[in-house]
């Protein structure tokens, strides 16, 4: 399943007014290895997650999606083989309806009309919004937007999911159904989060960044205990490791 590798090498980015957005980093992901992607905010993971479906191209360095350098001549490929979930969902969302934006890429693909609709169907009722079907995306909450953006990538079957901060603005029930779904994706997963306990519930392995730089790569508990990096890289240990003061007093 070599499509489902993910290669970056010494990658560096630096916006047009000069912003250092990446500084150089490397790592490899395998198929099926679900990856959590930490940092303080201005970390680089969004700069980062950009590139690996080519909304940005590097200025350094190369980006390769399985058998496909990242090219302009293979982003068709790469964006039907990474699907991306937006930090912000208004990038994603642009639609009149809820349903015409999850319908969206199915239909660019050339699936049948029928086909589609029970694509859109399922997508929104893996994610809990099939009743928003008809609405304009503009007007939900920034939960239910999340929800839909997440649905329309879902509805592209990709082979790598990437997501930037999946559970911002997700309320309690909603982020366990999220998580839980993301436990049956057993394809590659890359989350950049600061949800560290989402992270340490569903990835083995954690990357972590701090200005443009990888600062740790390995596994997650490993990384999560050590008190001294997550300091260093502006981070604090997950919920679930810092103990209760009731039954911990
Ligand atoms: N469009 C942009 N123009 C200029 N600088 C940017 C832009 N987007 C992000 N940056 C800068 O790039 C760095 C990395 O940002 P980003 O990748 O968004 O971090 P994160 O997602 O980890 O919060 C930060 O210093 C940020 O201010
Ligand atoms: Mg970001």
């Known amino acids: 399943m ?3 590798i993910v290669e970056v090498e010494d990658l560096h980015y630096t916006y047009p007014d000069g912003t250092a957005g990446l500084n150089g980093m490397s790592f490899r992901i395998l198929h099926g290895e679900s990856v959590a992607l930490v940092g303080a905010n201005g970390a680089g993971k ?5 590139h690996l479906n080519g909304y940005l191209s590097p ?14 001549k293979n982003l068709k490929i790469i964006r039907r083989t990474v699907g991306m979930v937006f930090q912000d969902p208004d990038d994603q969302l642009f639609m009149p309806t809820v349903f015409d934006d ?8 050339g699936l049948a009309e029928k086909d589609v609709e029970e694509i859109v169907q399922k997508s929104l009722e893996i994610v809990g919004v099939a009743d928003l079907k008809k609405r304009p995306p503009y007007k939900l909450s920034g939960g239910e937007k999340r929800s839909v953006a997440i649905a329309t990538v879902l509805a592209m079957s990709p082979d790598i999911l ?6 911002a603005s997700l309320d309690p029930r909603s982020r366990s159904r999220l998580i839980a779904l993301l436990k049956t994706f057993h ?3 890359i989350i950049a989060t600061h949800d560290l306990d989402m992270a340490m519930e569903m990835c083995e392995r954690t990357i972590v960044l701090h200005q443009g730089k990888i600062t740790a790569d390995g ?3 490993k990384i999560f205990q050590d008190e001294t990096l997550l300091a260093q890289s502006g981070l604090e240990k997950p919920l679930k490791m810092q103990g209760c003061p009731i039954c911990n007093p």
């Open 59 to 72: 200025g350094r360095g190369k980006v390769r999606i399985g058998d496909h350098p990242l090219s302009p």
């Open 187 to 189: 394809h590659t997963k």
């Open 219 to 221: 596994p997650t508990l």
């Open 162 to 167: 990437v997501m930037d901060e999946p559970t």
């Open 102 to 109: 999850v319908a969206f890429g199915p239909l660019n693909l």
């Open 46 to 50: 969004s700069t980062l997650l950009l």
């Open 2 to 4: 070599s499509h489902h």
